[in-house]
């Protein structure tokens, strides 16, 4: 059974294919448009650094001081999205939402299409409050130069694959939380150390040999009572048997 993350990861459908709502649409434009900026503001600040070495003196280019940067400026901004939606079908600001464009069909957009898109991309930024009511009533929430150009923004995330993802990582994660439990289990918290070999008891010495008490000395050979002999005197002393 799965649980925790995995169990939101299945939970969760798949917005791949699905139209873009007007939200992911217009924070993806913001951030193209500030991305844009900032990359021409750069390159422009890099030619008047490089121009102000060669002629001696500052030279500051800005859109608003000169009619031929601002020119460049728009021509910029054209390349900047006609070239993206032609190629990949996503700007940088597309990519990070995870929205493209594709045409009306679901097809990939061929480049005159993104051409087109491009050149009404201003009319409906102009009239805003008629390209947002338009875009938040239809199914498919095209723009004015969605419509003009037949083009459609949708997701373009798999977030199935996500899932797959996101369980795969789970359930690694787990697998490397029971080996780690495994090997605590199986690997003693301190190898024991053999007890020290118990030294016997001091080899308990024999109890000294018993001395046999002095050997008792046979009292003195009783002499036997001397036996008188006929003739009145004392027999000798019977010898004991060697």
């Given amino acids: 059974m799965v649980t925790g993350y995995g169990a939101k990861a299945i ?7 699905d139209y873009s709502g007007v ?28 121009v102000s070495i060669v002629v001696g003196h500052s030279v500051h280019y800005s859109r608003s001081g000169s009619v031929v940067v601002f020119a460049i400026s728009v ?28 045409r009306a069909d679901g097809a990939h957009a061929e480049p005159w299409r993104a051409v087109v898109r491009t050149l009404i991309l201003p009319i409906s930024i102009v009239f805003f409050f008629v390209s947002l009511p338009l875009v938040l009533v ?3 929430h095209q723009a004015p130069h969605d419509l003009v150009a037949g083009t459609a923004v949708v997701y373009a995330w ?22 780690a439990q495994l090997a605590a289990d199986t690997q003693p918290a301190t190898d024991a150390q053999p007890a020290t070999d118990a030294q016997p ?5 024999p109890a000294t040999d018993a001395q046999p008490a002095a050997d008792a000395q046979p009292a003195a050979d009783a ?11 004392a027999a000798p002393p ?5």
């Fill in 23 to 50: 939200v992911s649409r217009l924070a993806a434009l913001g951030l193209d448009a500030v991305l844009s900026y900032f990359l021409f503001t750069l390159a422009l600040a890099a030619i008047s650094f490089s």
């Fill in 11 to 17: 939970a969760r459908q798949s917005l791949q294919g």
């Fill in 201 to 205: 008891a001091t080899d308990a010495q």
């Fill in 158 to 179: 798999d977030a199935r694959a996500a899932k797959w993802r996101l369980l795969a990582r789970d359930s690694a994660r787990r697998q490397q939380a029971a080996d």
């Fill in 223 to 233: 002499q036997p009572a001397a036996q008188p002999s006929a003739t009145g005197d």
């Fill in 138 to 140: 239809q199914r498919a």
């Fill in 238 to 242: 019977a010898q004991p048997e060697s």
């Fill in 75 to 102: 021509v910029w901004e054209f390349l900047y999205f006609a070239y993206s939606w032609a190629t990949t079908g996503k700007t940088p600001g597309m990519v990070v939402l995870g929205i493209r464009v594709v």
